[in-house]
């Protein structure tokens, strides 16, 4: 019922940047959190970063002071700007919403590549 897309993966240079964007669609929902995972090939899926409805945020410490998150609650969008990306950056990035709808449910979208190459 709830729908997660994402945008703005590509292939980028060491020290270059990229704007994720996801977007949850659906009706009579509330996202209590939103963020950002990642799983690179022969790596377990991560927390990239997340932030709950109240603007709390959480960062994984290998993007801390690279990695921004953002969200609009209104319309339920999220976004994550990510600078100075390196190779070990490379990975399928998933937009993550858990979200209270008749109950609390996790929903992921389907990814989008991210390719940092040195």
């Known amino acids: 019922q709830v729908q997660l897309v994402e945008s703005g993966g590509g292939s980028v240079q060491a020290g270059g940047s990229l704007r994720l964007s996801c977007t949850a669609s659906?009706?009579?929902?509330?996202?209590?959190?939103m963020g950002w995972y990642r799983q690179a090939p022969g790596k377990v899926r991560e927390l990239v970063a997340d932030?709950?409805?109240?603007?709390?945020?959480n960062y994984a410490d290998s993007v801390k002071g690279r990695f921004t998150i953002s969200r609009d609650n209104a319309k339920n969008t999220l976004d994550l700007q990510m600078n100075d990306l390196r190779p070990e950056d490379t990975a399928v990035y998933y937009c993550?919403?858990?979200?209270?709808?008749?109950?609390?449910?996790?929903?992921w979208g389907e990814g989008t590549q991210v390719t940092v190459s040195s």
């Open positions: 932030m709950r409805s109240s603007g709390n945020t």
């Open positions: 659906g009706s009579n929902f509330r996202t209590v959190v």
């Open positions: 993550y919403a858990n979200v209270l709808l008749s109950t609390f449910r996790n929903y």
